[in-house]
T-cell receptor, first 119, second 112 residues
Framework: GAVVSQHPSWVICKSGTSVKIECRSL??????MFWYRQFPKQSLMLMAT?????????EQGVEKDKFLINHASLTLSTLTVTSAHPEDSSFYIC???????????????FGPGTRLTVL | GNSVTQMEGPVTLSEEAFLTINCTYT??????LFWYVQYPGEGLQLLLK?????DKGSNKGFEATYRKETTSFHLEKGSVQVSDSAVYFCALSMEYGNKLVFGAGTILRVKS
């Protein structure tokens, strides 16, 4: 099956620093990847849609200058949390879209997530 | 806006018990509906899906039927196993494969 990896799986950083999280589709190409954020005991909230070779589309309320997304290739998207603060501490999950768009095979495959803790 | 409501957990069952996890949705239009499962330490995996009213999705002994009249997509399994212990997420999408809206997730714990 389609495998999506994330790196790192967890990271601790100091307030004010920037952190980059990688999302890779290991055995398929994904023109579209998604970034989600999950708070403890809460649902996944879509942050942005990342399309290869173009600017990401951010959901309402998500600061695009704080959460920089780069989808440089068909197998890699990165999320950079800039000037991180404790309130940015969360579980960040990516997914990659594969299959014929709009068809029954159109599916998102999820990475295992990255736990970010900002001190 | 579009939203998904799941029953709160955790749900604790004994092995071979019957499982129901309720899921209802609110959507403008006719969404596609999904159940995802997240095992400890792993990413979300698609468990089953349904794209139109009265469709039944099934996989690994789990079933869910798309009920438009009650806007529901309840997950059921006749006999759970310890290995089914995980977090289950109900989700919808107005554009197939795109922009998933998730419920809060329900933790299932199965005891031997």
């Amino acid at each position: 099956g389609a495998v999506v990896s994330q790196h790192p799986s967890w990271v601790i950083c100091k307030s004010g620093t920037s952190v980059k999280i990688e999302c890779r589709s290991l055995d398929f190409q994904a023109t579209t990847m998604f970034w989600y954020r999950q708070f403890p005991k809460q649902s996944l909230m879509l942050m942005a849609t990342s399309n290869e070779g173009s600017k990401a589309t951010y959901e309402q309320g998500v600061e695009k200058d704080k959460f920089l997304i780069n989808h440089a290739s068909l197998t890699l998207s990165t999320l950079t949390v800039t000037s991180a603060h404790p309130e940015d501490s969360s579980f960040y999950i990516c997914s990659a879209r594969v299959g014929g768009f709009g068809s029954f095979t159109d599916t998102q495959y999820f990475g295992p997530g990255t736990r970010l803790t900002v001190l | 806006g579009n939203s998904v409501t799941q029953m709160e957990g955790p749900v604790t069952l004994s092995e071979e018990a019957f499982l129901t996890i309720n899921c209802t949705y609110t959507a403008t239009g006719y969404p596609s509906l999904f159940w995802y499962v997240q095992y400890p330490g792993e990413g979300l995996q698609l468990l089953l899906k349904a794209t139109k009213a009265d469709d039944k999705g099934s996989n690994k002994g789990f079933e869910a039927t798309y009920r438009k009249e009650t806007t529901s997509f309840h997950l059921e399994k006749g006999s759970v196993q310890v290995s089914d212990s995980a977090v289950y997420f109900c989700a919808l999408s107005m554009e197939y494969g795109n922009k998933l809206v998730f419920g809060a997730g329900t933790i299932l714990r199965v005891k031997s």
